[in-house]
């Protein structure tokens, strides 16, 4: 089944450049929702979009930002990259835009050397 | 702020025995609670949510508002249930889930 796809799906950058995750959410679903997640912790959420408006941000600096297009699908940007950023980013669709059932995709693992 | 805590991250266990993965919250209003489970080289699913109340593969969470607990139950572990499994609340959000730092569940056979 199309579930969430992200892409890429490993990426390795150093220092200062930037970087940008994609998103494609289960058709249908109108909200998508970007999750950071460090080795040995749970997902840490970054930003929630929905019907193209952003709803919810986390506690997360202005180098990183997000958009959500007519179609749905989904850019997250991080600028000025550190090696703190290094981490797996989660995509999640969902439906509605609630915080309810969301649907995953199977993440982009960033490397920041 | 919002916190969801799962005291122990690792938990083992044998075939056929209870487990318990233990999850608290904050969160001071009426909680939604959520159990999304990771299988090895699989993505993030939602294992079941307390509004439903349903028993999800054997699972089961009774939401405890007196010890602000949502402990997942199951009364006998099989193999295929070791996974990481991770606790999550909105708080009191509507936009967001705050996950809990995950339990490896390994069951033995």
């Known amino acids: 089944d199309a579930g969430v796809t992200q892409s890429p799906t490993h990426l390795i950058k150093t220092r200062g450049q930037h970087v940008t995750l994609r998103c494609s959410p289960i058709s249908g679903h109108k909200s998508v929702s970007w999750y950071q997640q460090v080795l040995g912790q749970g997902p840490q959420f970054i930003f929630q979009y929905y019907e193209k408006e952003e709803r919810g941000r986390g506690n997360f600096p202005d180098r990183f930002s997000a958009r959500q297009f007519p179609n749905y699908s989904s850019e997250l940007n991080v600028n000025a990259l550190l090696l703190g950023d290094s981490a797996l980013y989660l995509c999640?669709?969902?439906?509605?835009?609630?915080?309810?059932?969301?649907?995953f995709g199977e993440g982009s693992r960033l490397t920041v050397l | 702020a919002q916190r969801v805590t799962q005291p122990e991250k690792l938990l083992s266990v044998f075939k056929g025995a209870p487990v318990e993965l233990k999850c608290n919250y904050s969160y001071s209003g009426s909680p939604e609670l959520f159990w999304y489970v990771q299988y090895s080289r699989q993505r993030l699913q939602l294992l079941l949510r307390?509004?439903s109340r349903e028993s999800i593969k054997g699972f089961t969470a009774d939401l405890n508002k007196g010890e602000t607990s949502f402990h997942l139950k199951k009364p006998f572990a099989q193999e295929e249930d070791s996974a990481m499994y991770y606790c999550?609340?909105?708080?009191?959000?509507?936009?967001?889930?705050?996950f809990g730092k995950g339990t490896l569940l390994t069951v033995n056979p």
């Open positions: 999640a669709s969902s439906i509605l835009g609630g915080p309810g059932e969301l649907f």
């Open positions: 307390h509004i």
């Open positions: 999550a609340s909105p708080g009191g959000s509507n936009y967001k889930l705050t």
